[in-house]
T-cell receptor, first 112, second 114 residues
């Protein structure tokens, strides 16, 4: 059963804490992406990665970090430097040379 | 001005109505156009994908692209309550390279009532 999984579904962050969101895909896709979705603002790109051990900043990378040690995995860390982290976070992937992206179910991050 | 503009709605229609969802854009380099459907608290799912200008039909859904006007549309015929969702337009200028950055509209909230 191919697809993209994200965990956890809900995540609570305390002040000054770093938290990590998981994203795994078994579609054999080369590229992976992280988006942030806020009400009324559509999706904004945080980071993306085309190949293992390489990634680039998107439009709103400040306060976030990523790694791409395996093709299947692209975890996102929300650091304490991100002052407004409450949002719905979406991971996506796509094949090489293909524009369409496929999304995971999302993680909702809330601040305590 | 945003690169992609989409009326956020909300749009409320009776079951069986024809729905028209629209996006305008400013970047003439966009060549690939997509529509995603997103149910509440779920990830977006790809609904339609078109390249350059023209129409594409898939069941009750028709995607239309007019590059000369920088305008894309999604039509839903015989709308059903199960079509109630947020619809996001997305576009890319990647041209088949290994990475295609998508630019999204804000999304239109659609409710189809029985």
């Amino acid at each position: 059963d191919g697809g993209i999984t994200q965990s956890p579904k809900y995540l609570f962050r305390k002040e000054g804490q770093n938290v990590t969101l998981s994203c795994e895909q078994n579609l054999n896709h080369d590229a992976m992406y992280w988006y942030r979705q806020d009400p009324g603002q559509g999706l904004r790109l945080i980071y993306y990665s085309q190949i293992v051990n390489d990634f680039q900043k998107g439009d709103i990378a400040e306060g976030y970090s990523v790694s791409r040690e395996k093709k299947e995995s692209f975890p996102l860390t929300v650091t304490s430097a991100q002052k407004n982290p409450t949002a719905f976070y979406l991971c996506a992937s796509s094949g090489r040379g293909v524009e369409t992206q496929y999304f995971g179910p999302g993680t909702r991050l809330l601040v305590l | 001005q945003k690169e992609v503009e989409q009326d956020p709605g909300p749009l409320s229609v009776p079951e069986g109505a024809i729905v028209s969802l629209n996006c305008t854009y400013s970047n003439s380099a966009f060549q690939y156009f997509m529509w995603y459907r997103q149910y509440s608290r779920k990830g977006p799912e790809l609904l339609m994908y078109t390249y350059s200008s023209g129409n594409k039909e898939d069941g009750r859904f028709t995607a239309q692209v007019d590059k000369s006007s920088k305008y894309i549309s999604l039509f839903i015929r015989d709308s059903q309550p199960s079509d109630s969702a947020t619809y996001l337009c997305a576009m890319s200028d990647a041209g088949g390279t290994s990475y295609g950055k998508l630019t999204f509209g804000q999304g239109t909230i659609l409710t189809v009532h029985p």
